[in-house]
């Protein structure tokens, strides 16, 4: 999911700087942006860990004004930031980590009592969702991971349903990004899905991750929705701009999740290597089908 990326190197350009320079309330003036009107069929969401350059209320602010829904990845002390800009966090941050997840039971302790804590944070914040992850192999095999992490994940549903929060693991590559990852194809996180056995546990599905690890994205979507209850974006090669300088037809993509009658959020999540809120506008208008 993350990539490395400091402040001084988004600030590197021309564009990073004037923007960094020109966080004013005219933040879309700044870009040279327009308001747009979004036509409701997508729900837009914006990861704020690709902005690094801009604090949680500039690109709020921003995503406000381009007439988004969400700003999400966020820690509950920045929900009251983006609820003031009439924004929800879409995908909050849960207490797992990329690398140590369900898979071990050595984690499940501590991952159930920060589920039980954060829960109730998301809800009463008025919130869908909450991300979490398999953590890396390490060795193990594909069907003990299975089994470990359904163990744990069992254990975290009573308060996800008491709640009605939708726990959702992350399907990230192992091939590029996240090395060793064991939720890196679909089918398992799917036979996941069914061993758990809970409406309120789902897949992220990342379009970018899984582009590098199985490709197939719109048929995989079409075929599998219920178990998909959010999106996130990337341009392939390089988790930058979702344009035409990359491989994926991201207006093609966003059709088939509407179709499919898709009620959540598609959340950009790419790495803007241009004027970031200028990139972020033009993903939102090519994503909102």
Avoid at 115 to 122: A, C, D, G, L, N
Wanted: aromatic share 8%; glycine share 8%; with cysteine.
């Amino acid at each position: 999911m993350k990539n490395k990326l400091s402040r001084r190197s988004a600030l590197k350009t021309s564009a990073g700087a004037a923007i960094a320079a020109a966080m004013t309330p005219h933040l879309l003036e700044a870009a040279s942006i327009k308001p747009i009107k979004l036509g409701g069929k997508v729900r837009h969401s914006v990861c704020k860990w690709c902005y690094r350059g801009l604090s949680v209320e500039e690109l709020a602010q921003a995503a406000a004004q381009f007439g988004m829904h969400s700003v999400e990845l966020l820690d509950p002390a920045d929900f009251p930031i983006i609820q003031k800009h009439g924004l929800l966090c879409a995908m909050s941050n849960g207490p797992g980590k990329i690398a140590k997840g369900f898979n071990r039971r050595e984690n499940h302790g501590w991952l159930i009592e920060g589920f039980q804590k954060m829960i109730p944070q998301v809800a009463n914040a008025g919130f869908p969702n909450i991300i979490c992850f398999s953590g890396n192999r390490e060795g193990l095999d594909d069907e003990e991971g299975l089994k470990v992490c359904a163990e744990g994940l069992k254990k975290v549903m009573p308060i996800a349903e008491k709640h009605k929060i939708t726990v959702c693991m992350e399907l990230l590559n192992s091939k590029v990004n996240h090395k060793d990852y064991q939720c890196d194809k679909s089918a398992w996180g799917i036979e996941l899905c069914n061993r758990v056995g809970s409406e309120r546990f789902k897949l992220l599905y990342d379009i970018y991750h899984m582009q590098i690890m199985e490709g197939d994205v719109i048929r995989t979507i079409r075929e599998n929705h219920p178990y998909f209850a959010h999106y996130h974006t990337g341009g392939n090669p390089g988790r930058n701009e979702i344009d035409h300088t990359q491989e994926l037809n991201y207006r093609a993509i966003s059709q088939a999740i509407v179709d499919t009658g898709f009620k959540g959020y598609i959340a950009q999540e790419f790495i803007p290597k241009r004027h970031p809120l200028g990139s972020l506008y033009e993903a939102v208008r090519l994503c909102d089908v």
